[in-house]
T-cell receptor, first 115, second 111 residues
Framework: ETGVTQTPRHLVMGMTNKKSLKCEQH?????MYWYKQSAKKPLELMFV???????ENNSVPSRFSPECPNSSHLFLHLHTLQPEDSALYLC??????????????FGAGTRLSVL | SQQGEEDPQALSIQEGENATMNCSYK?????LQWYRQNSGRGLVHLIL?????REKHSGRLRVTLDTSKKSSSLLITASRAADTASYFC???????????FGTGTRLQVFP
């Protein structure tokens, strides 16, 4: 148990569906991250939030919409996804957003399949 | 930010043997972290080594850092089947704002 909880663990959705991924951290951290991990590709950083403010958006398509209502919760809203968006989505947190100084704690991930 | 490059891409060994994986990077760092990922799960932090350290131990893990060669190695001694996972390095600099993970080394330990 890393202190970072992601739900759901598995999600299958059609291209016209709207769904949300949820991440919650119980570590008192100030920074939270969304990563995408596709087979045989490096982990891709999608978004970074620090104290509920988005500080990084790595050219992610608008069909992915993050939300950080407070420093403990992070959501990733999904709509009109494409089959190539099928991947493992990982949430992480760290003490603050200067990631190079901090250890990141990861959730177990959401395995997303887009049909 | 810079990405670490892990080598080899895949490694298969028998239980009880030692496993060594390497990481290279391109520019100066302040520290380097190693993470493990079991199949289909999140990454777990293993160890952080600072640029002024040459070697660090944690249980059966031994990490070395050679800043002159811009490389690090992770040694797992007396491996177990439970060590089967992917291992990632993440070089860090204080003047950058994120960690960049590579594709990792996939370690398979056979019973």
């Amino acid at each position: 148990e890393t202190g970072v909880t992601q739900t759901p663990r598995h999600l299958v959705m059609g291209m016209t569906n709207k769904k949300s991924l949820k991440c919650e951290q119980h570590l008192g951290h100030n920074a939270m991250y969304w990563y995408k991990q596709s087979a045989k590709k490096p982990l891709e950083l999608m978004f970074v939030y620090s104290l509920e403010e988005r500080v990084e958006n790595n050219s992610v398509p608008s069909r992915f919409s993050p939300e950080c209502p407070n420093s403990s919760h992070l959501f990733l809203h999904l709509h009109t996804l494409q089959p190539e968006d099928s991947a493992l989505y990982l949430c992480a947190s760290s003490q603050d957003w200067l990631g190079a100084k901090n250890i990141q704690y990861f959730g177990a991930g959401t395995r997303l399949s887009v049909l | 930010s810079q990405q670490g490059e892990e080598d080899p891409q895949a490694l298969s060994i028998q239980e009880g043997e030692n496993a060594t994986m390497n990481c290279s990077y391109k520019t100066s760092i302040n520290n380097l972290q190693w993470y493990r990922q079991n199949s289909g799960r999140g990454l777990v932090h293993l160890i952080l080594i600072r640029s002024n350290e040459r070697e660090k131990h944690s249980g059966r893990l031994r990490v070395t850092l050679d800043t002159s060669k811009k490389s690090s190695s992770l040694l797992i001694t007396a491996s177990r089947a439970a060590d089967t996972a992917s291992y990632f390095c993440a070089p860090g600099s204080y003047n950058t704002d994120k960690l960049i993970f590579g594709t990792g080394t996939r370690l398979q330990v056979f019973p």
